[in-house]
């Protein structure tokens, strides 16, 4: 990925041009700091209007154009490399000129009558704005293609005069470009839509940027995974990581073993995800520019897959006798491969991404220590008591499947603590620990050369009373001690909601806004840390997610023009 | 209110009768008291199903009927006072009706194919039940009135094989018979609906069962309010305390004061509350058996009514200077009892119920302080420096207004604790403190003779992670030291959702079935506490509320039938 040049200092200069064309919006003031706010305000706008997450550079102007419903075009530059036919981008101009129109932010603020667009026509007319050129400049502009790890998401915006441009590498940096676009128009007093002369040129500050949902304690119907991938778009986040069986249930639909959902799920028919239910949600992702990572996590977390797979999970013994309970995936029978074999195949022919989440997390071996043919197991391996070298060999035996499958993995940090071998393209998922402690098992991680990703201080399922996205907001995955070059291991994070009190009935206003806030800082520049500007942004960019049908939750008192109805 | 005789003793060998007739769900089976489940489990019933709340007493019969929905039918029985254009139940009965055909518990368990019904009816068809006859036997049924505190909601169900029966004095009863009947009926794996032999005695514990909302710190949109007083119904909750303007914005449009909502709501039109959206929340909770009463805060709590009411609020001082910042409303100046004349004179013909909430919580003495009129008035009044007597002598005319209007009052605790001269028949609403501060309040207002409600640790707008919603259950309202008469002062409780940080986006999941666990507390006998018995019977309740619309948040890991899907 080779990100432009960025251009941060501003000419204040500009700021004078065409002031009073325009409304006084906060898009239309710029300061090259955004002022110290530590009690939020929410009459206190942001210099960079309700722009969410924050672009690397921005430099606006006080002159703004109009855009008319019936005229305005988003198109492809006739030197793009995408043109008319390229699926990915026609659907997404359609998107966005939708939300344009229908769901700009719309400035809630009174203001005096005298400050009508009339009066201001008496000076001077706001010229129109006709058109958005969208254009890719890569040979392969990726219309057919996943997105990935290496996608290049980069784009730079001008608006000016001379009309709107957006320029992207690929179609990943252009689905960037277009959500950014949409958020620079704005509505004043008279649903005017304007916008105003803008150059941005941005990038991630993190290739991985994901929210984890958990299908497995309670079902998540496929439209509300749905909304969230909306979300996400809306939030710049680029993977799903779902999260899609557990102990509690398997809801995925194998084809070559129907009987784990048949006897998994919550129910075989309506508590499922069918073979075309992952194809369209893994679509919908791809329209989005957001990678779907599935999780099949092993060897503990399977309880629901024993239902459906006889001999698969540890028959638990007391004494001398099998007890009614059963515990984490037998490694000690032969069976228990050729299954992952086949299951693993399947998977990775499902699901496109490169990489497979194989979880790790939390094995209990109280189980394993009771069964006999275990015991023998290790005995035979030569593995004495230590069941870390059981879990290992179990480990690694799964990854050795999925890289034959030419897929990579990721894992919860348990796999790497406990010494499994990993191969060095391997990332390493940081769950566990207070501040101390995972920015510990970041800076050991990577000291050993893993890429990693951070979620302990993002486990959004906790709730708590009170403005809680400041402490989400706070948190800086490379603040760690270690060097330039394991702060550059660090790849990103995750936005966890597991889903032991989390479904559709509550699932998108406890994600939204807060999630909101990982988003900002998994995008943004470093320094981008203000909450008093954060809050003016983000109660904006909620209301926005409110006017395209995302029931984003309230971050303090106040309201939007479009309130959220139910 | 004459409740009905109380019978608690069952037969069981009741229980024998019948069974193998009907599927063996919850409902079916009966112990007199219900087991000791420390650790809730979802897949152990409730003997009592899904009842929510539980009725006073129940008695179950292993036989059981058919419903059929092309012929059953919800009728005025021919003794009933109330017939035919009763439309209170005439929308009742159709409302029901529905939601017993469409929204019925649906059990969840797999069951052996052996128990499907064709292989019972070999044995004994199951008999169809036809009618619901309800009587209402009170001279005066009240289709046409309001409840009001002194409604009588007791009712008595009986269903066996000569039919079914719903009697109660008014229609109140009657309304909360047809939710207890709505429960009864289940579904089983074949669709088929069905009732068990049933006899059910039933009245509230406590007179007054609230729930609290805030349409000041944000605007909740009519249909969010409508949906809570379906909510309420389901759980017999039968007052909505609405907590309708404060500092943030005054929605509520007055026909005498335009300016108050025109300058104070967040949005003079989009944002308010017409006369006409009033009379449809006060009608469509009167249909439902819930009373509206409308909390008008003062003397603190009054910010927005500054901007549409000048000279109301109490100019606030920087030593000999005025400062920007007004104070509570200035109790110094006539004109401010002359407008609380005028509104209250209007808000007491806008809402039909007895009594009005005046709030009077927090009010800050500060800016009186520094006022110099509010001084000068101090001292000709010899109030010495004693500002509580300026808030005692502001809240008392408040009251004697209101009075005047022949209403009763509800207020916030302070009122009483800082001694004003209240009339016997007021109020207190007990909301501050943690258990041992709270049940100090409830022995001291009680034994100055007068009404309490508690709230204290029904906040519920305070959110923690986890299953809260036992702590919610455990209150027990007359647990603290007093006599008898003491005790029967305490006229019940409400569940407040302060809206900070909720709007029409998370209302309803995170009210819903949180309250639920209020709901059951305030109608119930004192000795329903067994944690694991009540989870069973509303993780059931939660999946109906679902099914009837409501997005009620789930308590744990688990399933519903039919999922909510936004």
């Excluded at 958990?214 to 439209?223: F, G, I, N, Q, T």
């Excluded at 790790?360 to 008591?385: A, I, Y």
């Amino acid at each position: 990925m080779t990100p432009p040049v960025v251009v941060r200092a501003l000419g204040s200069a500009l700021l004078l041009l065409g002031l009073g064309l325009c409304l006084p919006t906060a898009a239309a003031r710029k300061t090259t700091e955004p002022p110290e706010w530590t009690v939020p305000k929410e009459d206190t706008d942001s210099p960079y209007g309700s722009l969410w997450p924050l672009p690397q550079t921005v430099r606006f102007d006080g002159e703004c154009y109009r855009l008319n419903q019936g005229r305005f075009q988003i198109l492809h530059s006739s030197t793009s490399t995408a043109t008319v036919g390229c699926g990915i981008l026609d659907d997404a101009f359609r998107r966005y000129f939708g939300y344009i129109f229908s769901s700009s932010y719309r400035t809630t603020h009174r203001r005096p009558v005298s400050s009508g667009p009339e009066d201001k026509e008496k000076s001077a007319p706001v010229p129109e704005m006709l058109q958005l050129q969208v254009t890719v400049t890569w040979k392969d502009p990726e219309c057919d293609k996943y997105p990935s790890v290496t996608s290049n998401e980069a784009y730079e915006i001008h608006v000016s005069k001379l009309g709107a441009t957006l320029k992207a590498e690929t179609v990943w940096g252009a689905l960037r470009g277009l959500e950014t676009f949409s958020q620079l128009v704005y509505e004043d007093d008279y649903d005017t839509h304007l916008i105003n002369k803008t150059d941005i040129i941005d990038f991630p500050r993190f290739t991985h940027r994901g929210i984890l949902i958990d299908s497995s304690r309670h079902y998540l119907p496929v439209e509300v995974i749905l909304q969230t991938l909306d979300a996400m778009s809306f939030n710049k986040f680029n993977v799903l990581h779902w999260h899609i069986v557990d102990d509690q249930s398997f809801p995925y639909q194998s084809i070559t073993f129907p009987e784990l959902s048949q006897q998994g799920a919550y129910h075989p028919v309506t508590h499922i995800y069918t073979a075309s239910d992952v194809k369209e949600i893994i679509e919908y992702a791809r329209l989005r520019g957001v990678r779907v990572i599935p999780e099949f996590d092993t060897p503990g977390h399977t309880q629901s897959w024993g239902k459906g797979q006889a001999d698969l999970l540890t028959q638990c013994y007391n004494g001398e006798e099998p007890s009614r309970t059963f515990g984490p995936v037998n490694p000690a029978v032969n069976t228990t491969f050729g299954f992952m074999t086949k299951l693993f195949k399947e998977i990775s022919r499902t699901f496109p991404d490169d990489y497979i989440h194989l979880g790790g997390d939390e094995v209990d071996f109280s189980c394993w220590r009771s069964n006999p043919t275990v015991k023998q197991f290790m005995e035979s391996h030569g593995f004495g008591t230590d069941y870390r070298k059981l879990e290992s060999f179990y480990i690694q035996s799964v990854l050795d499947i999925v890289s034959a499958n030419r897929k990579g993995y990721m894992i919860w940090q348990e796999v790497f603590d406990n010494g499994v071998k990993l191969k060095l393209d391997t990332i390493v998922h940081v769950w566990k620990g207070n501040t101390a402690q995972y920015q510990k098992e970041l800076a050991t991680a990577t000291a050993a050369g893993f890429h990693v990703l951070i979620s302990s201080p993002w486990y959004l399922n906790r709730i708590a009373y009170g403005q809680d996205w400041q402490q989400i907001y706070k948190v800086e995955p490379r603040n760690f001690t270690g060097t330039a070059a394991q702060k550059k291991l660090v790849i990103g994070g995750e936005a966890c909601l597991w889903g032991e009190y989390v479904d559709g009935t509550n699932l998108t206003p406890r994600l939204w806004p807060r999630a909101s806030a990982v988003g900002e800082r998994l995008w943004s520049q470093e320094n981008v840390t203000v909450l008093g500007d954060a809050y003016s942004r983000l109660t904006k960019h909620r209301c926005r997610m409110i006017r395209r049908g995302i029931p984003a939750e309230p971050m303090f008192v106040g309201h939007c023009a479009y309130e959220y109805k139910g």
